[in-house]
């Protein structure tokens, strides 16, 4: 069984227990002794476990201590530092209403690093920001990656890779008028070296290592009518954008990647929520192997069906079955296009499962758990914090 996780996703594993503890550790010691103050671990409201507290404080930075298990990097540890500031819902951490009249959604800063028994390593920092009551919304990435994935080449089989060098990503939107319209501009820097191991090579890739800077800037606009951005249970995200890369900013290869994400979540009922996703995305010009667009589904491999184009849909249900736990079932296709570049063939994948929520930090409406999908290979398992899309 193939087990994945994500950085944010260790977030449950680790903290969950963490809070578990430390509210046991606040509880008074006889029937008759009061806390001195409130818990920072249990919420007042229903006096369940709740992370709210801790991450509204000055000090609140949330520790992720998350296992890597993945078998094409072998077993590891990553670790992080998380800092959310101000936001929340309804008010809660004394988030100020936008424009549009939705709460200014958190801050949110991280840095941390991971390292896998195959040599497999990264270094990152990220934070997003709202300046200006909201009107500005701005997101930047950083890191030091040397993954070692597969490829799998125009022959049906896996070539393992290895990319390592530094990469930069930024992005600045401006909020239009009073709406929940967004307009700006993206920018990407990837500087690596790319070198495949074993005797053998795809057949489309030539030279076995090769220095590649990819560099490229372009335009979005997003509609953002979420009620929340990290566990949304009602409104729609919509989001478009345009890459161009090349040698004008500073890369080598020339090529334009297109990409459209559209969200939807419907809550019927307080304890029902339905969301869907469609993803699309191509490529046009002289795009390397590494940049083609692939599909991106619970159960199927990063980079496994790739093509110049390569679509995406998938749906969610998630029930609340008892308090704050919630039961998840999900299933999706996805579709990519022949790449005749790399004599890549298109080809059909589905891939669905189920899994459960709990919601972690009710003033955020956070909620946190466990996703087990099947693709046409394997089985994965996912740990998921947040939205799963």
């Known amino acids: ?211 590649a800077t990819d560099s490229g800037l372009g335009p979005f606009v997003e509609w953002d009518a979420r009620n929340n951005t990290l566990t949304p249970s009602s409104g729609f995200n919509v989001k478009a954008s345009a890459m161009f890369l090349g040698p004008w900013l500073g890369g080598d290869a020339a090529y334009e990647r297109y990409t459209g994400v559209a969200r939807f979540y419907w809550d019927p009922t307080p304890r029902l929520v339905l969301a869907a996703r469609f993803q699309g995305q191509g490529v046009s010009g002289d795009a390397p192997f590494y940049a083609l667009p692939f599909v991106s589904l619970r159960g199927v491999p990063v980079m496994r069906y790739q093509g110049d184009s390569a679509l995406s849909l998938d749906g969610e249900v998630r029930w609340n079955a008892w308090k704050r736990w919630w039961l998840v079932a999900f299933a999706g296709t996805g579709k990519t296009t022949d790449a005749p570049g790399l004599s890549k063939d298109g080809e059909s994948v589905n891939a669905g499962g189920f899994g459960f929520r709990y919601l972690l930090a009710r003033r955020l409406g956070l909620q946190a758990g466990l996703d087990v999908a099947k693709g046409p290979e394997e089985y994965a398992i996912y740990v998921v914090a947040g939205s799963s899309f």
Do not use: C
């Open 1 to 211: 069984m193939k087990k994945n996780f994500s950085i944010v996703g260790g977030l449950f594993l680790f903290l969950l227990a963490f809070a578990t503890s430390a509210a046991r550790a606040e509880e008074p010691s006889s029937p008759g002794q009061q806390a001195a103050k409130p818990s920072l671990f249990r919420d007042p409201e229903d006096g369940a476990v709740d992370v709210s507290g801790w991450l509204g404080t000055r000090t609140g930075v949330l520790p992720l201590v998350m296992p890597i298990t993945e078998p094409a990097v072998g077993y590891g540890a990553a670790l992080a530092l998380v800092k959310f500031r101000g936001g929340g819902l309804a008010g809660a951490l004394n988030a100020p209403p936008g424009p549009s009249g939705k709460p200014v959604p958190p801050d949110v800063a991280a840095v941390g690093g991971g390292l896998t028994e195959n040599g497999t390593w990264a270094a990152f920092g990220g934070y997003i920001g709202h300046f200006a009551e909201d009107r500005w919304r701005y997101m930047a990435a950083a890191g030091w990656l040397s993954p070692n994935l597969d490829y799998y080449g125009s022959n049906g089989r896996a070539y393992e890779f290895n990319m390592d060098g530094w990469t930069v990503y930024q992005e600045l939107g401006r909020r239009i008028g009073k709406t929940d319209l967004f307009a700006g501009v993206r920018f990407l820097w990837l500087d690596t070296t790319v070198s495949f191991g074993g005797s053998q090579l795809p057949p489309e890739v030539p030279r076995p290592k090769v220095d």
